[in-house]
């Protein structure tokens, strides 16, 4: 069985979708509800609805995909209001898990919008701390003091187990940093890695970068990221203590890459780029293939697994 917790909610498989592609309008969400996702995870939300960044702001790669979207939304009391209606959706298990991405341009948005949503029928709250492709907003995931206080600031609104999106880190002392950040607060989970941020792709036919946005630079996603993504889970899965449940992002599309992130010790997987090419056919599939690979190991459990990354 690939059953798993998190924040000690049950979920029935190990895969959902990431909060990024897909997942921004009613029809989007209520097509996650009906699919084989474990959760109906929502795109990162701002006060205001938002159209985004200008296009071209999206481009495949062969490995993957770079972005600047720019954080297009409708804005959260659009999902607010939508949250009921997701929850009875007819083609899904009733109850299904909901998870709201929170994404504001300030402290006090987020608290805003998180205080809105611990009074509402959502089961978990994310709040992201590393978008890159706003003008002028760094990802607060890499100023450890705004981290710190936006923490003291979201953490008492509710009982809504609170989640934090994190960016990649490269260096040991900032995984030292944020996780002893992070052991201040009551984080439920925690979610990494949020796309490699403000890398350039360029066309050299045409001599110009790839996307239009912040002179081209933006959030790189996919294969490029995997190697990231699985060290960012296991430094954070070494540093935390074991009640803080890591979710692993980036680069999964088979069930070997959900298998890599749950020998690093994620309690659970989120898609986004496989999920943008695939659509929700995805889920079922990875699902699948990582069952497949449990059992010719004769592993019964996500928890058998889970963290058992062995040194050569
Ligand atoms: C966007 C990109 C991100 O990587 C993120 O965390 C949030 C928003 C975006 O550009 O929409």
Redesign the pocket.
């Given at each position: 069985s690939l059953k798993t917790h998190i924040a000690k909610l049950p979920l029935d498989s190990y895969l959902f979708n990431a909060?990024?592609p897909r997942c921004t309008t009613e029809e989007e969400l209520n097509r996650l509800a009906g699919s084989a996702s474990a959760a109906i995870m929502t795109k990162?939300c701002t006060m205001l609805p938002r159209e985004?960044?200008a296009e071209p702001r999206f481009q495949a790669l062969p490995l993957g995909s770079i972005?600047?979207?720019?954080?297009?939304n409708l804005g959260y009391e659009a999902y607010l209001e939508m949250l009921p209606r997701l929850k009875q959706a007819r083609s899904s298990r009733r109850g299904k898990p909901i998870v709201v991405s929170v994404?504001g341009f300030s402290i006090s948005d987020n608290v805003t919008m998180v205080q809105a949503f611990q009074a509402s029928s959502a089961d978990l709250i994310e709040v992201?701390f590393?978008?890159?492709?706003?003008e002028g907003k760094p990802q607060v995931g890499y100023d450890f003091e705004q981290t710190e206080r936006a923490l003291e600031a979201i953490c008492q609104l509710g009982s809504k187990p609170i989640g934090l999106?994190l960016p990649p880190y490269f260096d040991f002392s900032h995984f030292i940093t944020m996780a002893n950040i992070i052991k201040k607060f009551p984080v439920s989970f925690i979610t990494c890695i949020?796309?490699v941020?403000n890398t350039l792709v360029i066309d050299p036919e045409t001599e110009s970068a790839i996307i239009k946005p912040k002179g081209g630079f933006g959030?790189l996603c996919g294969d490029y990221i995997k190697p990231i993504g699985l060290a960012n889970v296991r430094a954070f899965s070494q540093l935390l203590p074991s009640s803080i449940d890591i979710i692993g992002v980036g680069g999964i599309k088979t069930g070997t890459d959900a298998f890599e992130y749950l020998l690093a010790g994620a309690s659970a997987v989120q898609v986004a780029t496989c999920f943008e090419k695939e659509g929700v056919e995805c889920f079922d599939r990875i699902a699948k293939e990582l069952g497949c690979i449990m059992a010719a190991k004769q592993y019964s459990s996500i928890a058998a697994v889970k963290g058992k990354l062995k040194m050569i």
């Open positions: 909060s990024g990162s985004g960044n972005q600047s979207m720019g954080l297009p994404s992201n590393s978008c890159p492709n706003i999106k949020n796309s941020g959030g």
